[in-house]
T-cell receptor, first 116, second 112 residues
């Protein structure tokens, strides 16, 4: 398909385990974004990539969260030593250009993460 | 700090009604505003994007307006259908940033 692809769609893990969430953006989209959607908090920005660099990581809630992007394409969001409050839907989006270019962001279906 | 609020939080209407969803933001220095719909268990589908220099955008039965000075946007849905049932989210982008700041959402149900 031509849309943003995220995997896995659902992830259940035990507290304290590490998890990796993957995002495959739309081909040719240089900007990639991670957001988190949780009950009571709404949709919150986590990190933004332009190419392989992350000029804005201000939304990462703690140092247990990290993300990388390689080859200007696929991105991985890693959560170490998961806590129950990390349970949420993690959404990835991409757009043609970042840098305030004003292009619409296109979202994947998200990964629903549940921490037991 | 930019805050985005949507009213009402939930709305239930009979099929065929015209309806208005409201979005307000506290900082008028926005770059653009985007409306999305979200179906249960799904991601966000972009509906309309209004640049700060624009007053409105239209797509089919949807019309979104923007009044930056008053910090408001409205999404007008004409002749609503059961398939319009979803959560509608507005999001603003500020100048010199790339992240979106989302509103609290309006959960719409259109019944036959």
């Amino acid at each position: 398909g031509a849309g943003v692809s995220q995997s896995p769609s659902n992830k259940v893990t035990e507290k304290g385990k590490d998890v990796e969430l993957r995002c495959d953006p739309i081909s040719g989209h240089t900007a990639l974004y991670w957001y988190r959607q949780s009950l009571g908090q709404g949709l919150e920005f986590l990190i933004y990539f332009q190419g392989n660099s992350a000029p804005d990581k201000s939304g990462l809630p703690s140092d247990r969260f990290s993300a990388e992007r390689t080859g200007g394409s696929v991105s991985t969001l890693t959560i170490q030593r998961t806590q129950q409050e990390d349970s949420a839907v993690y959404l990835c989006a991409s757009s043609v250009v970042g840098g305030g270019g004003g292009q619409p962001q296109h979202f994947g279906d998200g990964t629903r993460l549940s921490i037991l | 700090k930019q805050e985005v609020t949507q009213i009402p939080a939930a709305l239930s209407v009979p099929e065929g009604e015209n309806l208005v969803l409201n979005c307000s933001f506290t900082d008028s220095a926005i770059y653009n505003l985007q409306w999305f719909r979200q179906d249960p268990g799904k991601g966000l589908t972009s509906l309309l994007l209004i640049q700060s220099s624009q007053r409105e955008q239209t797509s089919g039965r949807l019309n979104a307006s923007l009044d930056k000075s008053s910090g408001r946007s409205t999404l007008y849905i004409a002749a609503s259908q059961p398939g319009d049932s979803a959560t509608y989210l507005c999001a603003v982008r500020l100048w010199n940033t790339d992240k979106l700041i989302f509103g609290t959402g309006t959960r719409l149900q259109v019944f036959p």
